[in-house]
């Protein structure tokens, strides 16, 4: 009993944690953003001013750079529930930060029974696994698949990233190198998915993990 209640606190305190950390990734990326917008109109002087001297080769110099920096802000994926947008597209600005592909289609359906906090912490936590795994392998070899809809009544979430070696599973769950935390994380998600009476699966192959959810609509 106390070693269970100990274990419900260690768990708590992570998801504290976890979402004071996707606050501060979120704003950081909207920070970005609005320094865009700001700078926007300074762009285009520059742009005319180079454009008025017959510098195009300076104007498409600075064209390719501007569309770098507003690829990495861009908000490129709406669920439909403005958090998990940010999560989500917060996330996958991480990814590309780390030169890491990301192949995304998400959309949430009508009748998803679970909360914003929950669906965060459930995306979180498994694009944040995602993106380790990635760090550790050459930049070609990097990739994250992202898939959020409707399959028949459930709504389906997939994840699958590049990974290394083939992970030992103790349980339900994966050994981790990451130490203790990183556990509580998949530990974490399942739990989540238990409290909707969903499925959640994952498996480990060499080159590759993938975690599936199934929780059924309302």
């Given at each position: 009993m106390l070693f269970q209640k100990w274990i419900d606190k260690r768990?708590?305190?992570y998801q504290s944690d976890l979402l004071r950390k996707y606050c501060d990734e979120v704003e950081s990326m909207y920070t970005k953003m609005r320094g865009w917008r700001h700078d926007y109109h300074n762009h285009?002087?520059?742009l005319q001013a180079s454009m008025a001297l017959g510098k195009y080769d300076e104007v498409n110099e600075y064209l390719h750079q501007l569309n770098d920096?507003?690829?990495s802000v861009d908000t490129t994926i709406k669920t439909g529930r403005v958090m998990v947008d940010a999560i989500l597209n917060g996330k996958m600005n991480i990814a590309v930060q780390n030169k890491i592909a990301v192949n995304a289609k998400a959309k949430i359906p009508q009748g998803v029974p679970v909360s914003d906090v929950d669906l965060c912490v459930i995306i979180g936590n498994l694009l944040?696994?995602?993106v380790e795994e990635n760090k550790k392998l050459?930049?070609?070899d990097r990739f994250?698949?992202?898939y959020l809809g409707q399959k028949n009544t459930q709504f389906y979430l997939s994840f699958t990233n590049a990974a290394g070696r083939k992970q030992k599973k103790q349980g339900v769950l994966f050994q981790s190198s990451k130490g203790s935390d990183h556990g509580f994380?998949?530990?974490r998600v399942e739990s989540i998915?238990?409290?909707y009476e969903g499925l959640f699966s994952a498996d480990s192959e060499d080159g590759g993990f993938t975690a599936e959810i199934l929780i059924p609509l309302k």
């Open positions: 768990i708590e305190a285009i002087q520059a920096d507003l690829t944040d696994n995602a050459p930049e070609e994250i698949r992202i994380g998949l530990a998915v238990k409290k």
